[in-house]
């Protein structure tokens, strides 16, 4: 599975964007997604995560009520709707794929990672 995350740039505090990471050459729906995200100088930590069908999903605690994931399973694409963005949510956003469940915070089982796409918030 070939993933390609797009969407990313450069925000002011407080307004919105949305990343969008299309997949290929697999059997998407099969397919639980998520999103990280890479600060510079930090490890990669979780963002947010959907299962199979988009109706379960999960987010850390630093986004919850601020971002919200979501995928077309027709289009092969997930979703990562950013609003209120901080100036801490810069970071290069990378999304995964794992095989019949849900992306795990730890990345344990992660099958996949596309590119990473930067965004930058300003304050």
């Known amino acids: 599975v070939q993933l390609q995350a797009s969407g990313g740039g450069l925000v002011q505090a407080g307004g919105s964007l949305r990343l969008s990471c299309a997949a290929s050459?697999?059997?998407?729906?099969?397919?639980?997604m998520g999103w990280f995200r890479q600060a510079p100088g930090k490890e990669r930590e979780f963002v947010a995560a959907?299962?199979?069908?988009?109706?379960?999903?999960r987010y850390a605690d630093s986004v919850k009520g601020r971002f919200t994931i979501s995928r077309d399973n027709a289009a092969n694409t997930v979703y990562l709707q950013m609003n209120s963005l901080k100036p801490e949510d810069t970071a290069v956003y990378y999304c995964a794929a794992d095989r019949f469940r849900m992306p795990r915070p730890d990345e344990d089982g992660v099958h996949y990672w596309g590119k990473g796409t930067q965004v930058t918030v300003s304050s």
């Open positions: 959907s299962n199979l069908s988009g109706g379960s999903t």
């Open positions: 050459g697999g059997t998407f729906s099969t397919y639980g």
